[in-house]
């Protein structure tokens, strides 16, 4: 890049998550002083316990998954003697082993690109002195302060936990203690199903447990497109889920050989191990944020603008403790705009109207830009094509059954708003229609596209096409 923006500036972030490093990349690369203070490893709970591990568990899960569906296109598995493979069996030690190599290795990639490029990394934990100082408090009991210009907070979230199910990192665990268990568990018991719990309720299905998923609400993935949530519901009952609707847990507790989960209307599920997926808290208290006047949510977010600044003047902050977005693409987005706002270059302010989004079930459900509910609720004047993926000629060969493709266009321009595809591998066919979002192409633009045929991407030209003639 080379421009030098900022050469006398001092930038100290708090966390080293994709908010942090991202937006430390950026400010080094303006010429500013950087700092990153971490507590627990850089590329931080995104790289070490959340979205990382979890993607690579259901890699595994996925490849494992194929062999259900080997007979449908004619491929029989036999052993040396010619009988059938009854199951392919997951290795946990073996599976997690992979997972826990991968995150460390991903995040000494990051501290070498952070080095390489002049970042200095703190090991401790940060603190607001005031708007210009961060006190960091060391493992060896020692602290030391830091003089900013710029401050960035991107402390990120935390498993939210309930007084009445205590995790106990063996039976009873949240998502981050999960990669350190050495057997299946027999019968998972997943309590809450938005993403994190669908994610991993489905990955140990495919593994070989059994997995009974208690949730909340009238369908699983509540905050997500009906059609697609629809979709995944189906596959998880069809593959052998017990997914229990409406059903609020009320505590978690440990039994002689398992575990007891009481729900709200008095029924109880019993299994070998319970997985905890009730939400996230953001990491704000004893930040010093109150004293220095920096402005909280009730739920404890920082509150921040656009462009990522907070109440108090040069504090920005970024990620998941700010609530805007949970994803780690959107902590990145909001690190990186935040220095290029702190250290005077060109800003776009962040646009969530574009940012695509994947749910890593099987199928997996890509979204990007306005929903059906913006849709349904007026939000945008856009009309919505929905294909299911069942009559692609593609998908046929393959023997995809389940899921659709549908877009979002705005009524009388044709412009493309949204989109929603669920599919194996939605999260690679989701680009063409988040370009379409992105650079406001119509309809017509999508369908006079070549595609490939056969594709499934085909479906996505077909649903442009379609639109038009609506139009
Ligand atoms: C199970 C799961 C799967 C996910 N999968 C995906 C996915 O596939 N794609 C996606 O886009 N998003 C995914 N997410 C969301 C994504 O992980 C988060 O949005 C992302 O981690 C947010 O990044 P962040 O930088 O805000 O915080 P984090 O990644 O949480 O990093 C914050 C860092 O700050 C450190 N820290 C906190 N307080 C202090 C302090 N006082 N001093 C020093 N250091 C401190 C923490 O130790 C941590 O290292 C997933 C989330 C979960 C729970
Ligand atoms: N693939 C991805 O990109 C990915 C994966 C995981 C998480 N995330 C991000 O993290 C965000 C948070 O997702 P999440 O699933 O961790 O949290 P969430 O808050 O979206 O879901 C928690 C669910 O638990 C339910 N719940 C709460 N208390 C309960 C109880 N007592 N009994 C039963 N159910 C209960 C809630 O109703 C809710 O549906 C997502 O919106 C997403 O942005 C992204």
């Given at each position: 890049?080379?421009?030098?923006?900022?050469?006398?500036?001092?930038?100290?972030?708090?966390?080293?998550?994709?908010?942090?490093?991202?937006?430390?990349?950026?400010?080094?690369?303006?010429?500013?002083?950087?700092?990153?203070?971490?507590?627990?490893?850089?590329?931080?709970?995104?790289?070490?316990?959340?979205?990382?591990?979890?993607?690579?568990?259901?890699?595994?899960?996925?490849?494992?998954?194929?062999?259900?569906?080997?007979?449908?296109?004619?491929?029989?598995?036999?052993?040396?003697?010619?009988?059938?493979?009854?199951?392919?069996?997951?290795?946990?030690?073996?599976?997690?082993?992979?997972?826990?190599?991968?995150?460390?290795?991903?995040?000494?990639?990051?501290?070498?690109?952070?080095?390489?490029?002049?970042?200095?990394?703190?090991?401790?934990?940060?603190?607001?002195?005031?708007?210009?100082?961060?006190?960091?408090?060391?493992?060896?009991?020692?602290?030391?302060?830091?003089?900013?210009?710029?401050?960035?907070?991107?402390?990120?979230?935390?498993?939210?936990?309930?007084?009445?199910?205590?995790?106990?990192?063996?039976?009873?665990?949240?998502?981050?203690?999960?990669?350190?268990?050495?057997?299946?568990?027999?019968?998972?018991?997943?309590?809450?199903?938005?993403?994190?719990?669908?994610?991993?309720?489905?990955?140990?299905?495919?593994?070989?447990?059994?997995?009974?998923?208690?949730?909340?609400?009238?369908?699983?993935?509540?905050?997500?497109?009906?059609?697609?949530?629809?979709?995944?519901?189906?596959?998880?009952?069809?593959?052998?889920?017990?997914?229990?609707?409406?059903?609020?847990?009320?505590?978690?507790?440990?039994?002689?050989?398992?575990?007891?989960?009481?729900?709200?209307?008095?029924?109880?599920?019993?299994?070998?191990?319970?997985?905890?997926?009730?939400?996230?808290?953001?990491?704000?208290?004893?930040?010093?944020?109150?004293?220095?006047?920096?402005?909280?949510?009730?739920?404890?977010?920082?509150?921040?603008?656009?462009?990522?600044?907070?109440?108090?003047?040069?504090?920005?902050?970024?990620?998941?403790?700010?609530?805007?977005?949970?994803?780690?693409?959107?902590?990145?987005?909001?690190?990186?705009?935040?220095?290029?706002?702190?250290?005077?270059?060109?800003?776009?302010?962040?646009?969530?109207?574009?940012?695509?989004?994947?749910?890593?079930?099987?199928?997996?459900?890509?979204?990007?830009?306005?929903?059906?509910?913006?849709?349904?609720?007026?939000?945008?004047?856009?009309?919505?094509?929905?294909?299911?993926?069942?009559?692609?000629?593609?998908?046929?060969?393959?023997?995809?059954?389940?899921?659709?493709?549908?877009?979002?266009?705005?009524?009388?321009?044709?412009?493309?708003?949204?989109?929603?595809?669920?599919?194996?591998?939605?999260?690679e066919l989701i680009y063409p229609v988040t370009l379409a979002v992105q650079h406001s192409l119509t309809v017509d633009q999508l369908a006079g596209t070549f595609t490939v045929?056969?594709?499934?991407?085909?479906?996505?030209?077909?649903?442009?096409?379609?639109?038009?003639?609506?139009?």
């Open positions: 890049m080379g421009a030098v923006n900022a050469p006398d500036t001092s930038v100290v972030i708090v966390g080293g998550g994709p908010g942090g490093y991202e937006a430390a990349l950026v400010a080094a690369h303006l010429g500013a002083k950087v700092t990153v203070v971490d507590r627990d490893g850089v590329g931080g709970a995104a790289v070490l316990t959340d979205c990382v591990p979890s993607k690579t568990l259901i890699s595994t899960a996925d490849f494992m998954s194929q062999f259900e569906t080997a007979s449908d296109l004619g491929v029989h598995l036999e052993d040396d003697e010619g009988d059938e493979v009854a199951d392919s069996v997951a290795q946990l030690p073996a599976v997690n082993k992979r997972i826990r190599a991968l995150a460390a290795a991903q995040s000494r990639d990051i501290a070498g690109r952070l080095a390489t490029d002049g970042v200095t990394i703190l090991d401790g934990t940060g603190r607001l002195a005031s708007a210009s100082q961060v006190e960091v408090a060391h493992a060896d009991g020692s602290t030391s302060t830091l003089d900013a210009d710029v401050v960035l907070l991107a402390t990120g979230a935390t498993p939210r936990v309930m007084p009445s199910a205590q995790p106990d990192g063996e039976r009873i665990l949240t998502w981050q203690q999960i990669y350190e268990l050495t057997d299946l568990p027999e019968h998972l018991v997943v309590v809450g199903s938005g993403v994190t719990g669908a994610e991993l309720a489905q990955a140990y299905l495919g593994l070989g447990s059994r997995v009974t998923l208690v949730s909340s609400r009238d369908r699983v993935l509540p905050g997500e497109d009906a059609d697609a949530a629809t979709v995944i519901e189906d596959v998880f009952r069809k593959r052998g889920m017990e997914v229990l609707g409406q059903s609020r847990m009320e505590s978690v507790t440990r039994t002689a050989s398992g575990v007891l989960v009481k729900l709200v209307d008095g029924r109880e599920v019993e299994g070998s191990h319970a997985l905890l997926a009730v939400g996230s808290v953001p990491q704000t208290s004893g930040l010093g944020l109150e004293e220095a006047g920096v402005r909280l949510a009730e739920s404890g977010h920082i509150q921040v603008d656009r462009v990522s600044r907070t109440s108090v003047r040069g504090v920005y902050a970024a990620g998941d403790c700010t609530g805007v977005l949970p994803l780690a693409s959107v902590a990145a987005m909001q690190g990186r705009i935040a220095m290029a706002h702190a250290l005077g270059d060109a800003v776009a302010p962040l646009n969530l109207h574009s940012v695509s989004a994947n749910i890593f079930t099987d199928p997996e459900i890509a979204t990007v830009g306005y929903s059906q509910k913006d849709v349904d609720e007026g939000t945008v004047d856009a009309t919505a094509v929905m294909l299911p993926l069942a009559t692609n000629p593609r998908a046929k060969m393959q023997g995809i059954t389940d899921g659709f493709v549908k877009l979002f266009a705005r009524r009388g321009v044709g412009t493309v708003v949204g989109g929603v595809v669920v599919a194996p591998r939605a999260s045929y056969p594709s499934l991407s085909g479906s996505i030209a077909e649903a442009a096409r379609q639109l038009h003639a609506r139009d």
